[in-house]
């Protein structure tokens, strides 16, 4: 068993295929198909069951798949410990941000960053705070930067950043000459939400359901951006990050409005895996991100 099979053994199991694996390697589909089968004449078992053409992983190939993922990381990790080493502030990030953050905080977090560190590669990808749990949990990515709960035990989370969200409305709205309203009159309203496993709608949820309020989902949006567009034409309230209307709110195009005794705040933090490799440039970025916030 080398690492060559061991790749494209994980290539396969998270294209689903064969082909998908040989377009993704630049392989022939007969190559790859070998190798699979190389593989499981040595180890005596068989990988995938195959299913009206549908590979399906057996259980031997589920515990081959989770250690080859953690090998193909550690082999990751010893390559960029070497450049660290030989190069000291030369290295790569990859970096994933859940949507407000991804939006209104990361640009100006990485511009920084690399005015400092002029010859680092800097991935990152923004998708809702499950989608960058569950990458930190595959080794995807090395550094998360959510604004939603996280739940896994294998992942560490340090606060960075203080956070607060406003419920908004359009000025043409009948709440928008109010100063505030009384938490139960939201039921009456259509509130404008994100999908599920947004950090922003975790909040939202927990908090209702800390003051056991009723409320009436009329839109749910993807982007924090379209949310805001909608309550712009009095489509709807909604309950959005301060970054990303604090400008819209100072130019009278929304209204923010005081629920009574209710606060929506939250911390964005910093998620990594407990068992990631710390490199210098590692910690650098960690101790940076904790002076932005202070």
Same mark, same amino acid.
């Not at 099979?5 to 396969?12: A, D, N, P, Q, R």
């Not at 989902?217 to 993807?222: G, P, T």
């Given at each position: 068993m080398n690492l060559r099979k061991l790749k494209i053994f994980l290539t396969v199991c998270e294209c689903g295929s064969m082909s998908g694996a040989a377009k993704k390697l630049y392989m022939t589909q007969p190559a790859i198909s070998q190798a699979i089968l190389e593989l499981e004449d040595e180890l005596k078992v068989n990988l995938f069951d195959r299913i009206k053409k549908k590979l399906v992983l057996t259980y031997p190939g589920e515990i081959l798949y989770e250690y080859s993922k953690r090998i193909l990381m550690l082999i990751d990790e010893a390559q960029n410990t070497i450049k660290d080493i030989s190069h000291m502030n030369m290295g790569r990030l990859r970096i994933g941000a859940s949507t407000t953050i991804g939006t209104y905080l990361l640009p100006e977090? /990485?511009?920084?960053?690399k005015k400092k560190y002029k010859n680092i590669e800097i991935h990152f990808l923004i998708d809702n705070t499950g989608? /960058?749990? &569950? &990458? /930190?949990?595959d080794y995807e990515i090395d550094i998360g930067l959510v604004e939603g709960p996280i739940h896994s035990k294998e992942i560490i989370v340090k606060p960075f950043f203080d956070d607060e969200l406003y419920l908004i409305c359009s000025k043409d709205h009948h709440w928008a000459s109010r100063k505030s309203v009384k938490p139960e009159e939201i039921k009456d309203e259509n509130l404008i939400i994100r999908e599920p496993g947004s950090g922003t709608r975790e909040v939202i949820e927990n908090t209702m359901a800390k003051y056991n309020l009723?409320? @009436? /989902?009329? @839109?749910?949006? +993807? +982007?924090?951006?379209?949310i805001i567009k909608a309550v712009e034409a009095n489509i709807g309230i909604s309950i959005v990050p301060k970054i990303a209307v604090k400008e819209k709110i100072k130019s009278g195009n929304l209204i923010k409005i005081n629920l009574e005794n209710i606060c929506f705040k939250r911390k964005f933090n910093i998620i990594y895996h407990k068992d990631k490799y710390r490199p210098t440039l590692f910690n650098e970025f960690i101790e940076y991100l904790n002076s932005f916030g202070n």
């Amino acid at each position: 068993m080398n690492l060559r099979k061991l790749k494209i053994f994980l290539t396969v199991c998270e294209c689903g295929s064969m082909s998908g694996a040989a377009k993704k390697l630049y392989m022939t589909q007969p190559a790859i198909s070998q190798a699979i089968l190389e593989l499981e004449d040595e180890l005596k078992v068989n990988l995938f069951d195959r299913i009206k053409k549908k590979l399906v992983l057996t259980y031997p190939g589920e515990i081959l798949y989770e250690y080859s993922k953690r090998i193909l990381m550690l082999i990751d990790e010893a390559q960029n410990t070497i450049k660290d080493i030989s190069h000291m502030n030369m290295g790569r990030l990859r970096i994933g941000a859940s949507t407000t953050i991804g939006t209104y905080l990361l640009p100006e977090l /990485i511009g920084e960053f690399k005015k400092k560190y002029k010859n680092i590669e800097i991935h990152f990808l923004i998708d809702n705070t499950g989608v /960058i749990e &569950k &990458k /930190i949990l595959d080794y995807e990515i090395d550094i998360g930067l959510v604004e939603g709960p996280i739940h896994s035990k294998e992942i560490i989370v340090k606060p960075f950043f203080d956070d607060e969200l406003y419920l908004i409305c359009s000025k043409d709205h009948h709440w928008a000459s109010r100063k505030s309203v009384k938490p139960e009159e939201i039921k009456d309203e259509n509130l404008i939400i994100r999908e599920p496993g947004s950090g922003t709608r975790e909040v939202i949820e927990n908090t209702m359901a800390k003051y056991n309020l009723s409320y @009436h /989902i009329k @839109h749910v949006l +993807n +982007n924090t951006e379209a949310i805001i567009k909608a309550v712009e034409a009095n489509i709807g309230i909604s309950i959005v990050p301060k970054i990303a209307v604090k400008e819209k709110i100072k130019s009278g195009n929304l209204i923010k409005i005081n629920l009574e005794n209710i606060c929506f705040k939250r911390k964005f933090n910093i998620i990594y895996h407990k068992d990631k490799y710390r490199p210098t440039l590692f910690n650098e970025f960690i101790e940076y991100l904790n002076s932005f916030g202070n």
